[in-house]
């Protein structure tokens, strides 16, 4: 499609997922709710500068916006909101977490993933991040996250082969990712979103390729194009909030749910919040009570 927009002289933009984009996974036809658009690039590929990029550069447009971005923020860590709100906040009874141990996760991503392949990331580097984790907390609890997509058998991982060498506690039902991350201690990732989101917890982040929300001055980067990145002027000191304001509000557009209309981030949230309350109200068994045979055979599809 870009060598065809080039041909004719025409511009183009690449669109992509945003960053709260809907109950349901994507994989499975769910409804979208936000989209980032890009006339530049897009923000997981790193070789080459995006608009997601150049407008958390733009520091000073950021300003007005930073008190919109602590109550989004806010209300997002409070309600345990993310990419996908499919699962019910909560940490699961079966795994017990030791108090008294430094908790480690480590991220895994699927195979393909383009955030991957233009974020520098080699499948060596899931072998470094497992590596490194054990080496610097050798005293850890080290859990692997895998992505909801491999869990719902639509994608492969890269971590499955390394689980059975280390010693490591594998997460391998879906659990609600603010509710882990706010168990964890440091976080391990090549480029996923769940490391912004550990950010937004205050977590210790470790990046091993090159996320959007890396050379900021808010992650501990280990890859080498990061100082390229800073030397070229690409990168420059950034606050949580002015990063939050450049991707959640700038970058990203959003579909009002109950309008079907051009939206806000708030729109989104509050639809998201009214989903949490149905779902808990129809939680357990529901007792239908004297019912005719006839209008039990109508009442068994809802």
Known sequence: AIKQAVKKKKSHLLLEDGFIRSVGLGVEGDTPFSIVTDDLGIYYDTSKPSRLEQLI??????????????????????NHLSKYNHVK???????PVNQNKKQ????DQTAGDMALVYGGV???????MIEAAKTENPDADIWVKIHPDVLAGKKAGHLTDYLSVYNIRVLSKNINPISLLEKMDRVYTATSQMGFEALLLGKEVITYGVPWYAGWGLTIDRHPQI???????RRESRTLDELFAAAYFKYSRYLNPYSQEQGTLFDVIDYLLMMQRRNSLLEGEVMCIGLTWWKKQIIKPF
């Open 122 to 128: 080699t499948d060596d580097t899931f072998a470094q």
């Open 227 to 233: 100082a390229e990145l800073l030397q070229s002027g």
């Open 89 to 95: 906040a909560g940490w699961p009874e079966h795994l």
């Open 57 to 78: 550069l733009d520091k000073s447009a950021l300003g007005p916006l930073l008190v919109d971005a602590r109550r989004a923020i806010d209300l997002i860590i409070a």
């Open 104 to 107: 480690v996760l480590v991220i």
